[in-house]
């Protein structure tokens, strides 16, 4: 068993906090994302699990094991980070080998482990090479390669694919993904990218603050964001919000704003009249519509945004741009009146204080 679990991990520079009672339980096996805005916290908890960062207060374990005062060494785990950290003058055997060399394993050992490594990573061709002479995704692979051949209990990634483009980016998410399928090694792994965390995380972890706002799968972060941060910070393109009083109309709740109504039932939300409230929905579950209505959003396409198989249409909707995710082939032009429908179950309702989510259980 290779889980980890924080408990009450609090890390301080001083009279900062930085990360707050962080709690979490990482299952054996398990890919977790820690995910959020730069600052958050994300990049100094990893480096706490890894010993790279005293522990201010609380407990990290590891396999059952507390670690707080172990060296990185003695952890069982492995880092990659963003800069490749590999060493210009070695070969890429060399670097993938120099720690087992500092370990002083035999070196028909670590011949064996090499190709093994090599081979699963597609590095056969490139051992004898420096790194100055590989590309940035190959020198990535190095990285890993150099962490696997460690085999640890745990994987800590820490922004590895933010120095690469955006399509090599796409092909190291796919090897990273595949590894941990054939690895099945415990994975955390930070990023400010949203993309690489909903394609790769069995669980996401988004923070904000240095503490947690919610963790779930891809899905229920998605579709069920707890907070107004996190709806906002989760999806591409971002969801639309619109400034809404709540009032009761026809055994419904109305949430209206500057002339403009919506009506949603009182049993999807825990509702009051007068509540200052903040609507959201995601462009994708905007649908074209024949006939503007009370529970439609209508305006006129000011901006379109080609994205290749769909288009983005923004128009002024209650004082607010709103963007519509629709087919590019039925895509509105600049200037024409549009009118969207939506599903009521794909509505989301935030109280403008709190942010939190108002959705009933």
């Known amino acids: 068993m290779s889980n980890i679990v924080c408990s009450g991990v609090d890390k ?25 805005p730069s600052g958050c916290g994300k990049s100094t908890l990893l480096r706490m699990i890894a010993g790279l ?19 990185p ?24 080998a120099f720690g087992l060399k500092r370990m002083k394993v035999p070196k028909a050992e670590i011949d064996e482990r090499i190709k093994v490594v090599a081979g699963t990573l597609g590095l056969d061709p ?30 800590l990634f820490d922004e590895p694919l933010s120095n690469l483009d955006a399509k090599l980016r796409h092909h190291m998410r796919v090897e990273i993904a595949r590894l941990h399928q054939n690895l099945q090694t415990t994975t955390v792994y930070v990023t400010h990218d949203q993309l690489e965390a909903m394609t790769l995380a069995d669980r996401i972890v988004l923070m904000k603050g240095g503490a947690i706002e919610q963790v779930g799968t891809p899905a229920e972060i998605y579709e069920r964001p707890r907070t107004l941060f996190v709806a906002g910070f989760i999806g591409t393109p971002n969801m639309n919000f619109i400034d809404v009083t709540v009032d009761h109309a026809d055994g419904a709740w109305a949430l209206r704003s500057e002339g403009s109504e919506i009506q949603v039932s009182q049993d999807a939300f825990n509702l009051k009249p007068g509540q200052k409230a903040v609507l959201g929905i995601r462009p994708p579950d905007l649908t074209p519509a024949d006939i503007s ?13 080609f994205h290749g198989n769909d288009a983005l249409v923004s128009f002024k ?25 939506f599903d009521q179950s794909r509505l989301h309702i935030f109280d403008a204080n709190s942010g939190l989510s108002l959705r009933a259980a």
């Open 73 to 96: 060494r003695d952890r069982g785990v492995a880092m990659v980070f963003q800069n490749y950290a590999l060493y210009p003058h070695m070969t890429i055997y060399d670097n993938i």
């Open 293 to 305: 209505g009370r529970n439609t959003l209508a305006g006129t396409a000011d901006l379109i945004e």
């Open 12 to 36: 301080n520079y001083g009279a900062i906090n930085v990360i707050k009672d962080f709690n979490l339980d990482i299952a054996d096996r398990e890919f977790v994302v820690f995910l959020g």
């Open 317 to 341: 909707f209650a004082g607010k741009e709103v963007g519509a995710l629709v087919k590019a082939s039925s895509c509105p032009r600049t200037g024409d009146r549009v009118v969207y429908s």
């Open 53 to 71: 960062e005293d522990i201010s207060g609380g407990t990290v374990s590891i396999d059952g094991t507390a670690v707080n005062d172990l060296e």
């Open 126 to 155: 490139y051992l004898s090479r420096k790194p100055t002479e590989l590309s940035g995704g190959q020198q990535q692979r190095v990285a890993i390669a150099r962490a696997m051949i460690k085999t640890p209990k745990v994987f």
